[in-house]
C-alpha cells in the first residue's frame, strides 16, 4: 500500500485568518494559538493575514474573498459561538458550518474550521488555550498538513 500525507513545514506558506470579532475574548486566544503554531513551523509573521468580521455569520462570505483572491495557499475560519436561551445558537452554528463546508468543498486551496461552539463561555474558554488545548492551534496543524498534501 501507498500512502500519502502533508507534513508541517510552513516555510514559504500564505495563509488568511479570517476571525469573528463577536466573542472576541476567546477569538484572541483562538488567534494567538493559531498565529503561534504557524510561526513555529515556519510560517513568516509577514505571510499571515488577519481579516477581522463582525460575527460568525460574516466568516464564509470573508474567507471566500481569501479563497478567489488567490494570494493564500490556505483560509482559517475562527469564530466562538456560544449557546444563549434561543434557539439562534442552533440556527447561526448550522448556518457557519454549511457555509464553510461548502466554501471548502469548491476551494482549491485547504479551507479550515475554526469554530468552537460552546453551551457555555467556561467551555469556550476550555478549548481557546486551557485544558481542552487551543482550536485555533489545532486549526493551523490542519491546514500546515493540507497545505502540503500533494501527490494523490
Ligand atoms: N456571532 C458569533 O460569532 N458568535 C455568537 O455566539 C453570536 N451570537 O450568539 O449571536 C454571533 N452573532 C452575530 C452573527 O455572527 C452576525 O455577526 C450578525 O447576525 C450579523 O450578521
Known sequence: MNTVEGNLEGKG??????????????NEKLIGGARDCL?????AD?????VRVPGSFE???AAGKAVDSG???????????????TGHYELLSAEVTKGIASLAARADIPVVYGIVTA???????ERAGSKMGNRGWDAAMTALEMMNLTGI
Request: net charge positive.
Open 13 to 26: 506558506k500564505k495563509v488568511a485568518l479570517v476571525a469573528g470579532r463577536f466573542n472576541d475574548f476567546i
Open 39 to 43: 510561526i513555529r513551523h515556519g510560517v
Open 46 to 50: 509577514k505571510n499571515i493575514l488577519l
Open 59 to 61: 466568516i464564509t462570505y
Open 71 to 85: 494570494k493564500f495557499d490556505s483560509v482559517i475560519c475562527i469564530g466562538t459561538i456560544i449557546r444563549g436561551g
Open 119 to 125: 453551551d457555555t463561555i467556561e467551555q469556550a474558554i
